[in-house]
């Protein structure tokens, strides 16, 4: 079976969940099918993770965003003539492989990382944009011959959302873990390469600066924090200068009233997120929308115990009680939310026996359930039938 994999995010440019994802699943699919990724950006040249590039057409520099997402989906489906199947991750990807499903009559699995109608922030970034990319997604997702959705609440959204797809169209198949790679470490180079005392108790964030990850709450949250608990924000560059000027100034005025918070731009090398995330003892995930949050997965792996919002698909991950604490998250009363995001966290402050005996634990379901091996053989079952039906229907 020929397989086109299409995506936004590849490594080396991997920002979020859905780049993890596509990195990890690309692995194992190669010893499965003839896997071709196509992604944003350069060619990658590589034995093992080859990937062919495609750049936005010149004539919508200057544009509005979502031009330039569409001309990339244009390069990509004119790239998949050769494929018996295309499988695009993310609106940014989603359009080439209808445009594919519909010129080589080929099927067109979707895997939804979010969905566009729940991110309505997103006009902030993408102004116009943001109703191109709601339709992108809406004729890529009514229309394909196979969706899947990475967690029990995800696949929930899309039925209510897109009531044109039957409910037999969606598989859940969640995000996967590697256990080798993200396990705890003892080195603690990264702390000191950046300022972090690794003796204190220490909660960390890592993700995006955008409102969906909601760390706005966290760092008001953070005011109530023990005293002697140090903050670390793995936080990239935010979506708007709005957003920036925002947070900020947050960031700012809680650097002004506690010590111990440090704000690191940008995302940080594999191995330095691993050693920060073993010597952390708690993991915020303050997320106020969150289709699965494989981040959690990344700290449980690591022996960290997490404190995340109940909110899409993290309760699918994070046990509550048993890999750490969850936080009902009320858009009405947001104040309330980081109140009591503030007693979870300093719950597991308090009590570092059970914050261990959670890490453990996650580390435990991390490896049971979220195996990428696994995951790859289920989303070839999904592949399988998706051509099957297809064949049938002709």
């Known amino acids: 079976m020929k397989v086109g994999l299409l ?20 692995r194992e699919l190669r ?30 520099k200057g544009a509005n965003p979502a031009l330039s997402t569409l001309s990339v989906d244009l390069s990509m489906a004119a790239a998949v003539a050769d494929r018996d199947l295309v ?7 989603n359009l080439a492989g209808h445009i594919a ?59 209510r959302l897109y009531p044109e ?60 924090f023990r005293p002697d608990a140090q903050l670390v924000l793995c936080a990239g560059e935010p979506d708007t200068a709005e957003l920036k000027a925002e947070f900020t100034g947050l960031v700012t005025e809680l650097q002004a009233n506690r010590d111990g918070v440090h704000w690191i731009p940008g995302m940080l090398p594999q191995n330095e997120i691993i050693q920060l995330l073993s010597g952390s003892t708690v993991f915020a995930c303050p997320s106020v929308y969150e289709p699965q949050g494989i981040v959690n997965l990344e700290a449980m792996a690591c022996e ?15 046990i509550n009680g048993s890999t750490g604490l969850l936080v009902p998250y009320d858009s009405a009363d947001p104040r309330a939310f980081e109140a009591k995001f503030t007693e979870k966290v300093n719950e597991l402050l308090d009590d570092p026996e059970r914050t261990t005996g959670m890490g453990l634990a996650g580390r435990r379901r991390a490896i049971e359930e979220y195996g990428w091996d696994a995951i790859a053989a289920r989303t070839l079952s999904v592949y399988n039938r998706a051509i099957d039906n297809r064949l049938g229907n002709r």
Request: glycine letters at 8%; aromatic letters at 6%.
């Open 31 to 60: 010893s499965l099918v003839d896997l071709a990724v196509h992604a944003w950006g350069a060619d990658r040249v590589s034995e093992t993770a080859p990937a062919h590039g495609h750049v936005p057409a010149t004539a919508t």
């Open 7 to 26: 995506t936004r995010e590849y490594p080396p440019d991997v920002y979020g969940g859905a780049g993890v994802h596509v990195d990890f699943l690309s």
């Open 165 to 224: 797809v039957h409910p037999d169209r969606v598989t859940v198949i969640p995000n996967g873990i590697d256990s080798q790679l993200y396990q705890p470490t003892d080195d603690r180079s990264a702390w000191a390469k950046h300022g972090i005392d690794p003796n204190r108790p220490t909660v960390l964030f890592v993700g995006r600066v955008t409102r969906q990850k909601g760390v706005a709450h966290l760092v008001r949250a953070a005011a109530g």
């Open 304 to 318: 960290t115990a997490v404190v995340a919002s109940e909110v899409g698909g993290i309760p699918d991950v994070v």
């Open 101 to 159: 499903k519909l010129l080589y009559d080929i099927p067109h699995v979707v895997t939804t990382h979010s969905l566009e109608p729940l991110r309505p922030w997103k006009v902030e970034q993408l102004g116009g944009g943001y109703a191109l990319s709601c339709w992108a997604e809406k004729t890529a997702i009514d229309n394909a011959d196979a969706i899947i959705a990475v967690s029990h609440a995800m696949r929930s959204d899309i039925v």
């Open 87 to 93: 499988h695009s991750h993310t609106w940014y990807a």
